[in-house]
């Protein structure tokens, strides 16, 4: 039919005429509540973004200095984050004179990750930022 008849068509039954593949020939309109549709688009699009599964990354804090029994609570703390699926930023904060010895933290870091070999692997090495020792582990995929 001709647009000027199916404008009149929609306009007489209150709705929009919505082009829907203007490349066929003829191109395909429709007629439809355009905003009603609109609305619809974002309500799924909102729907799927509310199911989609989100990653968080919880930090755990060290020191040189952190004792082997804290050393423990924090690989028990940082298990329990990867269990539930989240990744983990493992965090060194040097202080003072600590600085100069970073391949201990380095290590206390690298020890960390093997005392959580088991549930997660190494996604970051750790690199230095000013003070601060960071690197992150990702939980393992369990099948």
């Not at 000027?4 to 919505?18: C, H, I, Q, Y």
């Not at 309109?29 to 919880?58: N, P, S, W």
């Not at 329990?80 to 930023?89: A, N, R, S, T, W």
Request: hydrophobic share 40%; aromatic share 6%.
């Amino acid at each position: 039919m001709s647009i000027e008849e199916a404008r009149s068509r929609a306009l007489a039954a209150g709705f929009d005429l919505v082009e829907v593949a203007p490349d066929a020939k003829p191109p395909v309109c429709r007629i439809m509540d355009y905003g009603k549709y609109l609305f619809e688009q974002q309500k799924k699009e909102r729907q799927a973004k509310a199911h989609a599964h989100r990653t968080e990354v919880k930090e755990v804090r060290l020191k040189p200095a952190t004792g082997p029994s804290d050393f423990e609570v924090k690989v028990r703390h940082a298990r329990e984050f990867l269990q539930d699926g989240h990744k983990v930023g493992v965090l060194l904060q040097f202080r003072g004179r600590e600085l100069m010895h970073r391949e201990l933290g380095v290590e206390m870091i690298q020890r960390f990750a093997a005392a959580l070999a088991d549930v997660a692997r190494l996604e970051q090495e750790p690199r230095l930022e000013g003070k601060r020792l960071h690197a992150l582990l990702a939980p393992i995929k369990q099948r």
